[in-house]
């Protein structure tokens, strides 16, 4: 090869190594790592992205090379020389691939297995998912609920994941950590955030109508906060015969069962789905309970115990224009009795102000 062409090759290379190194490199293409787990994923990917830049730049130079170079003439009728293989070349081209692959396998290998490696204090967040909400509840701590992950920074987390009823998928980009949650299945994610902050936890499994809404919020607290927060919430939920079941201020003020029901209300994600002014919740796959007091007229049912039959048996009645198996079918189950009255006693009360309206 004669050095005028090694010298052409070498600056193609260099212009498309420069050229990818820059789409590499200047936009944002990850969020800021807010978890061990996350580091370690962002060096995997900047490991292959560095590979995939090597290899690109030497194709790209030929490419461009041979075709400038042995473009055919226009009075060229002849074919080309009878060239059948060349082994050295065919060695160089299989070990490079090959140790570049394995050593991607190595060292995706070694990430996975320290990003599940638990820490022996690992706290455990028992999740549930259904449509269309997560809740996540701490059984060291007499199984308080909540509907948002609250994390201390530092400790390692397993989650432990049930589905009640389709496929659904947790993802926190800024932990780069997801995994799915299957019917009939436990899976586990493992965490240990280091950053502290909010960051958006979102479903990341087609699941239904409600999919785009099925959002929620990973808190990374300082852990002497996390504990107290854990305490407030453990000394709230347990006396649960008193008006507040799980209010987060757990304050000692009786409230009234509407504004129990708003809790209720605002705690099983109903807003996610359904619209309705006293709750500000704006959601539009299900009915606007808004409207309430007219869907009762429609279904030709009281008030009270249409609300009530649409929370337990929410497929009894379908109001025209919506879908029947949206709706979860276990609120009859998950929520209390006393719960159920307050948000029954709350829906009724904002139905009938704003229908008066
Ligand atoms: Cu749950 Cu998408």
């Known amino acids: 090869m004669r050095k005028g062409s090694i010298a052409a090759l070498l600056g193609l290379a260099l212009i498309a190594g420069g050229v990818a190194t820059a789409v590499a490199l200047v936009p944002t293409w990850l969020p800021e790592a807010a978890s061990q787990q996350a580091g370690r994923i962002a060096f995997t990917f900047w490991f292959v992205i560095a590979i995939?830049?090597?290899?690109?730049?030497?194709?790209?130079?030929?490419?461009?090379?041979?075709?400038?170079?042995?473009?055919?003439?226009?009075?060229?009728?002849?074919?080309?020389?009878?060239?059948?293989?060349?082994?050295?070349?065919?060695?160089?081209?299989?070990?490079?691939?090959?140790?570049?692959?394995?050593?991607?396998?190595?060292?995706?290998?070694?990430?996975?297995s320290r990003n599940d490696a638990q820490a022996k204090d690992t706290l455990r967040v028992d999740?549930?998912?259904?449509?269309?909400?997560?809740?996540?509840?701490?059984?060291?701590?007499?199984?308080?609920?909540?509907?948002?992950?609250?994390?201390?920074?530092?400790?390692?987390?397993?989650?432990?994941?049930?589905?009640?009823?389709?496929?659904?998928?947790?993802?926190?980009?800024?932990?780069?950590?997801?995994?799915?949650?299957?019917?009939?299945?436990?899976?586990?994610?493992?965490?240990?955030?280091?950053?502290l902050g909010t960051f958006p936890l979102e479903c990341t499994e087609l699941c239904g109508l409600g999919h785009s809404l099925m959002r929620s919020q990973a808190v990374v607290m300082e852990p002497a906060a996390f504990n107290s927060w854990l305490k407030k919430q453990e000394k709230g939920a347990a006396p649960s015969t008193t008006t507040s079941t799980t209010s987060t201020t757990s304050s000692t003020t009786p409230i009234s069962p509407a504004q129990?029901?708003?809790?209720?209300?605002?705690?099983?994600?109903?807003?996610?789905?359904?619209?309705?002014?006293?709750?500000?919740?704006?959601?539009?796959?299900?009915?606007?309970?808004d409207n309430l007091v007219s869907y009762a007229r429609t279904a030709k049912q009281p008030l009270e115990s249409f609300v009530h039959q649409s929370i337990v048996d929410p497929d009894a009645y379908i109001q025209p224009g919506y879908s029947k198996g949206v709706m979860p079918t276990n609120f009859g189950q998950v929520l209390t009795k006393e719960q159920l009255d307050h948000l029954v006693t709350f829906l009724v009360q904002s139905a009938q102000k704003s229908g008066n309206k």
């Open 127 to 195: 999740v549930t998912a259904q449509q269309f909400e997560f809740t996540f509840s701490y059984p060291d701590a007499g199984n308080v609920t909540s509907p948002v992950l609250m994390l201390p920074k530092g400790r390692s987390v397993e989650l432990y994941m049930r589905a009640l009823d389709v496929i659904h998928s947790v993802f926190v980009p800024e932990f780069s950590v997801k995994e799915d949650i299957v019917p009939g299945l436990v899976t586990q994610l493992h965490v240990t955030p280091t950053r």
């Open 52 to 112: 995939c830049i090597f290899i690109f730049a030497i194709v790209a130079a030929v490419m461009v090379y041979a075709v400038v170079k042995f473009r055919v003439r226009e009075d060229d009728f002849e074919d080309g020389p009878p060239i059948h293989g060349h082994t050295g070349l065919e060695i160089t081209w299989t070990i490079i691939p090959f140790v570049l692959v394995t050593s991607i396998a190595i060292v995706s290998a070694i990430v996975l």
């Open 260 to 289: 129990a029901g708003l809790m209720v209300f605002n705690q099983n994600g109903c807003s996610a789905c359904h619209t309705l002014s006293a709750a500000n919740a704006t959601g539009k796959v299900g009915p606007d309970l």
